[in-house]
């Protein structure tokens, strides 16, 4: 006798236009299957969420992190602080020419 298990993964799409809000709905897996690629076969699967997204990729594309880690203050950032001298000016720059 044969066992059919379900297998879900959250849905990768997108909701909005800034690329910051995901569906993250239970995805069935529709169909799995293994994909050549030059590196190797790649684990891939066809899912479906309740909205309707529909993907078909490799595995490892279709998961994403839930929870990413917190973004580290920019370089930039830190460099502009690091030169700019009390009262807001540019540190080594005059401002009297």
């Given at each position: 006798m044969e066992t059919s298990e379900m297998m879900f993964l959250d849905?990768?799409?997108y909701m909005d236009a800034h690329g910051a809000l995901?569906?993250?709905?239970?995805?069935?897996?529709?169909?799995?299957?293994l994909a050549s690629s030059t590196g190797g076969p790649l684990e891939s699967a066809r899912i479906r969420c309740p909205r309707g997204h529909w993907f078909n990729g490799p595995i490892e594309f279709l998961t994403w992190d839930k929870?990413?880690?917190?973004?580290?203050?920019?370089?930039?950032?830190?460099c502009?602080?690091?030169?700019?001298?009390?009262?807001?000016?540019?540190?080594?720059?005059?401002?009297?020419?």
């Open positions: 849905c990768p799409a995901r569906c993250g709905l239970p995805a069935v897996i529709h169909d799995r299957y929870h990413p880690p917190q973004p580290l203050q920019t370089q930039a950032t830190t502009h602080q690091a030169n700019t001298a009390p009262g807001g000016q540019q540190a080594g720059r005059r401002t009297d020419q």
